[in-house]
C-alpha cells in the first residue's frame, strides 16, 4: 500500500529576523514542526505535496524531524512579496521531472491589476516529481497552489498592503483579476499533466494534488478533470471510453461526508484541497480522508475559522488546513 496526500502547512518560514513572514519565536517554529512531523506521522504517508513552503531550509528541518529516510523538493518560482512556494516530502525514491509556471503558448496574457499590469505566469510553480514503489512502479505527482480566493488590494495611503475595502467596484475587480489568475494557473497545470499523461492514462500512473483555492464543483476545479463525464458518483464512473486516456478523476467523493473539508472560512467548512488520479489508478484510491492537525498534545485540533486578514495567525503553529490523503492498495 501506497499513501500519498496534499496538505498546505500554513507559511512554514524560519523565524524571524529570518524571515519577515515567520513566527516571532523559535519557540512557535519549533511547535510547528513538531505538530506538523506528529500529523504527517500520524496520516501514515509516503508522499506528501505541500503548499506554502515559505523557506527550503524549514522544510529541510521538517524532514529531519521525520527521520532519515525523508527526501524533500520544492518549487524554485515563486512571488519574491510573498515566497511560499511548493514542494515534496517523500519515503520513497524522489526525482524532479519539472518546475513550471508559464501559460501555455495560446494563452494569452491576464490582466492583473487596475493599472492594466498583466500576467502570463502562475504565482506559485506547479512542481512534478516521479517516485519509485518499492514494487519497482513509478508514480508521477504534480503540487499546485492555485491563486487563493482571498483578496489582496493595492496599498493604500499609508504603504499597507490592504485585505478588505469599502470600494464595492474596486472589490469586485480585484475578485475578477484573482478568478482570471487561478483560472490560467488550472489550464496550465492541466497541460503539465496532460503532458504526463501522454494520452495513456489507463497506463500511466498520475496524481495531481494541492489546494485549488476553490470546491469540487468550481469552474476552476472542473478544468483540471479533463474531458467531461465519468466523475465518481455518476453511472458512467465504471464504464470506460475514449476520455479514460487524458482523464483525471477528483477523489472528493470517497472523503466520508462528516470530513469533507480541509478549511473552515467564516464558519463554513470547504474541501478546497484535492487528490486527482489517472485512470491507473482510479480503482487503486478506493478512498480518501482528510486529517486535521495534531497539537502538542497528540489530539486533533478542530480547524479554525479563518477570515479575509491570513496575517493574523502568524504566530499559530497549527496550520489552517487540514490533510487530504488517499491509500492505494497494492
Known amino acids: 500500500m501506497t499513501v500519498i496526500g ?39 504517508v509516503d508522499v506528501l505535496a505541500l503548499q506554502e513552503v515559505g523557506d527550503p531550509d524549514a522544510l529541510a528541518e521538517l524532514a529531519d524531524h521525520l527521520g532519515n529516510d525523508w527526501q524533500h523538493a520544492t518549487s524554485g518560482i515563486f512571488d519574491p512579496r510573498h515566497p511560499i512556494r511548493v514542494g515534496f516530502l517523500s519515503r520513497l525514491r524522489l526525482a524532479i521531472l519539472t518546475d513550471r509556471a508559464t501559460f501555455p503558448a495560446q494563452l494569452g496574457p491576464i490582466q492583473a ?4 499590469a498583466t500576467a502570463h505566469q502562475m504565482g506559485r510553480g506547479a512542481l512534478a516529481v516521479r517516485v519509485t514503489e518499492p514494487d519497482g512502479r513509478t508514480i508521477d505527482l504534480i503540487a499546485a497552489h492555485l491563486k487563493s480566493k482571498l483578496l489582496s488590494f493595492p496599498p493604500g495611503p499609508n504603504g499597507h498592503s490592504r485585505f478588505q475595502t469599502d470600494d464595492e467596484g474596486e472589490r469586485a475587480r480585484v475578485a475578477a483579476y484573482a478568478l ?12 503539465l499533466a496532460d503532458d504526463l499523461l501522454d494520452g495513456q492514462g489507463p ?24 474531458p467531461p463525464g ?17 482523464r483525471l478523476w477528483n477523489l472528493a467523493p470517497r472523503v466520508p461526508a462528516g470530513e469533507r473539508f480541509s478549511r473552515v472560512f467564516r464558519g463554513r467548512g470547504e474541501l478546497i484541497d484535492h487528490v486527482l488520479v ?4 482510479r480503482k487503486r484510491a478506493q478512498d480518501a480522508h482528510t486529517l486535521r492537525p495534531l497539537n502538542g498534545t497528540g489530539l486533533h485540533d478542530e480547524l479554525p475559522s479563518v477570515t479575509e486578514v491570513p496575517t493574523k495567525r502568524r504566530d499559530d503553529p497549527a496550520s489552517d488546513h487540514a490533510m487530504v490523503f488517499t491509500r492505494l492498495s497494492s
Open 6 to 44: 496534499t496538505w498546505n502547512v500554513e507559511n512554514l518560514f524560519k523565524p524571524q529576523p529570518a524571515s519577515a513572514f515567520g513566527p516571532t519565536s523559535d519557540a512557535v517554529y519549533h511547535a510547528k514542526l513538531k505538530g506538523l512531523s506528529a500529523t504527517i506521522t500520524a496520516a501514515g
Open 113 to 116: 491589476g487596475d493599472d492594466g
Open 180 to 191: 482570471y489568475r487561478r483560472t490560467a494557473e488550472a489550464v496550465t497545470v492541466r497541460a
Open 203 to 226: 497506463a500511466r500512473q498520475v496524481v495531481v494534488l494541492g489546494d485549488f483555492n476553490d470546491e469540487p464543483e468550481a469552474a476552476t476545479t472542473q478544468i483540471l478533470l479533463g
Open 230 to 246: 465519468s466523475e465518481l458518483g455518476t453511472p458512467g464512473a465504471d464504464r470506460r471510453d475514449r476520455g479514460d486516456r487524458t
Open 278 to 281: 489517472s485512470h491507473a489508478l
